[in-house]
C-alpha cells in the first residue's frame, strides 16, 4: 500500500494499492499539495486529478496521462515527463500547468496540444520533439530549453523568456513572439541542409539581439519594430516578411532577397551585406 501524505501536514490523502505507484489508477483524485517527491508515475493515469501545488520534484511520469489534470503553481522541478499525454485538439480536456516551475524537467516527446502553461518556469527544460502546437506559454520563462525539432505552431509565447533557448529545426508557424526575448537564441539547424520554420510568426516588438537565424524560413514574417541587432540572418528566405522599423544594425543579410520584404523606417545604414533594391523608400 502507498499511502500519499500532503507536503506540509502529513494528512494522508489518499492510500494506493500496490507497491509502487507505476502504472497506478489516480483518476479523479483531490490531490492537492501532495508529496510525490522522487515517486515514480510511470504509465500512471492522473486524468481528471487536482495535483494543484504538489510537489512533484524529480518525479517519473514517463508516458503518463495528464488529460484534464490540473497542476498550477505544482514543483516539477526536474521530473522526467517524457511522452506524456497532456494534450489535445480538444481545449477543455487539456492539462494546466500555470505556474508551475518546471525548471530542468524533461519533457521529451510531449504531447502538451494547447496546455495552459502560462507565468511558468521552464528554465533549461528539455522539450525535444515535443508537440507545442497551440500551447499557452504567456509570460513564461523558456530561457535556455533545448527544444530540436519541436512542434510550437501557433503556440501562444507572447512576452515569453527564451533567451539563449536552442531552437534548432523547430517549426514555429503561425506563432504568436509578440515582444517576446530570444537574445542570443538559436534557431538554425543541426543539419547541413535543414532549417528551422518562422512563416507567418508575429514577432513585433521581439528582442532577438544577437540571435542565430543563418538559413531560417520567415517567409511573411512580422518583424515590425523588432531588435535584429547583431542578428545572423544570412541566406534566410524572408519573402513578404516585415521588418517595418526594425533594429537592424550589425544585422547580417547575406545572400537575402530584400526585393519583398518591408523595410520602411528600418536603419538599414549599419547593416551588413545588405543589397537593398533602389526603389525602396523610407530607410534610413
Given at each position: 500500500?502507498?499511502?500519499?501524505?500532503?507536503k506540509?501536514?502529513?494528512?494522508?490523502l489518499?492510500?494506493?494499492?500496490?507497491?509502487?505507484?507505476?502504472?497506478?489508477?489516480?483518476?479523479?483524485?483531490?490531490?492537492?499539495?501532495?508529496?510525490?517527491?522522487?515517486?515514480?508515475?510511470?504509465?500512471?493515469?492522473?486524468?481528471?486529478?487536482?495535483?494543484v501545488?504538489?510537489d512533484?520534484?524529480?518525479?517519473?511520469?514517463?508516458?503518463?496521462?495528464l488529460?484534464n489534470?490540473?497542476?498550477?503553481?505544482?514543483?516539477?522541478?526536474?521530473?522526467?515527463?517524457?511522452?506524456?499525454?497532456?494534450?489535445?485538439?480538444?481545449?477543455?480536456?487539456?492539462?494546466v500547468?500555470?505556474g508551475?516551475?518546471?525548471s530542468?524537467a524533461?519533457l521529451?516527446g510531449?504531447?502538451?496540444?494547447?496546455?495552459?502553461?502560462?507565468?511558468?518556469?521552464l528554465?533549461?527544460?528539455?522539450l525535444?520533439?515535443?508537440?507545442?502546437?497551440?500551447?499557452?506559454?504567456?509570460?513564461s520563462?523558456?530561457?535556455q530549453?533545448?527544444?530540436?525539432?519541436?512542434?510550437?505552431i501557433?503556440?501562444?509565447?507572447?512576452?515569453?523568456?527564451?533567451?539563449a533557448?536552442?531552437?534548432?529545426?523547430?517549426h514555429?508557424?503561425?506563432a504568436?513572439?509578440?515582444k517576446a526575448?530570444?537574445?542570443?537564441?538559436?534557431?538554425?539547424?543541426?543539419?547541413?541542409?535543414?532549417?528551422?520554420?518562422?512563416?507567418?510568426a508575429?514577432?513585433?516588438?521581439?528582442?532577438?539581439?544577437?540571435?542565430?537565424?543563418?538559413?531560417?524560413?520567415a517567409?511573411?514574417?512580422?518583424?515590425?519594430?523588432?531588435?535584429?541587432?547583431?542578428?545572423?540572418?544570412?541566406?534566410?528566405?524572408?519573402?513578404?516578411?516585415?521588418?517595418?522599423?526594425?533594429?537592424?544594425?550589425?544585422?547580417?543579410?547575406?545572400?537575402?532577397?530584400?526585393?519583398?520584404?518591408?523595410?520602411?523606417?528600418?536603419n538599414?545604414s549599419?547593416?551588413?551585406?545588405?543589397?537593398?533594391?533602389?526603389?525602396?523608400?523610407?530607410?534610413?
Amino acid at each position: 500500500m502507498v499511502e500519499i501524505k500532503h507536503k506540509d501536514t502529513g494528512e494522508v490523502l489518499a492510500s494506493v494499492a500496490g507497491e509502487t505507484l507505476v502504472g497506478a489508477d489516480l483518476r479523479d483524485m483531490r490531490l492537492n499539495g501532495a508529496d510525490l517527491r522522487g515517486q515514480d508515475l510511470t504509465d500512471a493515469n492522473l486524468e481528471f486529478s487536482d495535483l494543484v501545488g504538489a510537489d512533484l520534484r524529480a518525479a517519473i511520469l514517463t508516458g503518463a496521462n495528464l488529460l484534464n489534470t490540473h497542476l498550477n503553481e505544482a514543483n516539477l522541478r526536474r521530473a522526467t515527463l517524457s511522452r506524456v499525454r497532456a494534450g489535445s485538439e480538444r481545449p477543455a480536456s487539456v492539462a494546466v500547468l500555470s505556474g508551475a516551475d518546471l525548471s530542468e524537467a524533461n519533457l521529451e516527446g510531449a504531447d502538451l496540444r494547447q496546455a495552459e502553461i502560462r507565468f511558468a518556469n521552464l528554465q533549461r527544460a528539455r522539450l525535444s520533439g515535443a508537440d507545442l502546437r497551440g500551447t499557452d506559454f504567456c509570460h513564461s520563462d523558456l530561457s535556455q530549453i533545448i527544444a530540436h525539432r519541436a512542434l510550437f505552431i501557433q503556440a501562444n509565447l507572447r512576452e515569453a523568456n527564451l533567451r539563449a533557448a536552442d531552437l534548432r529545426d523547430c517549426h514555429l508557424n503561425d506563432a504568436n513572439l509578440v515582444k517576446a526575448n530570444l537574445q542570443d537564441a538559436d534557431l538554425t539547424s543541426s543539419q547541413p541542409d535543414g532549417f528551422t520554420v518562422i512563416n507567418l510568426a508575429n514577432l513585433e516588438g521581439a528582442n532577438l539581439a544577437g540571435a542565430r537565424l543563418r538559413n531560417i524560413s520567415a517567409q511573411n514574417t512580422n518583424f515590425r519594430n523588432a531588435d535584429l541587432t547583431g542578428v545572423d540572418l544570412a541566406g534566410a528566405v524572408l519573402g513578404g516578411a516585415i521588418l517595418r522599423g526594425a533594429i537592424v544594425t550589425e544585422t547580417d543579410f547575406d545572400g537575402v532577397q530584400l526585393a519583398s520584404v518591408t523595410m520602411e523606417f528600418a536603419n538599414v545604414s549599419r547593416a551588413l551585406n545588405a543589397k537593398i533594391p533602389s526603389y525602396k523608400k523610407n530607410l534610413r
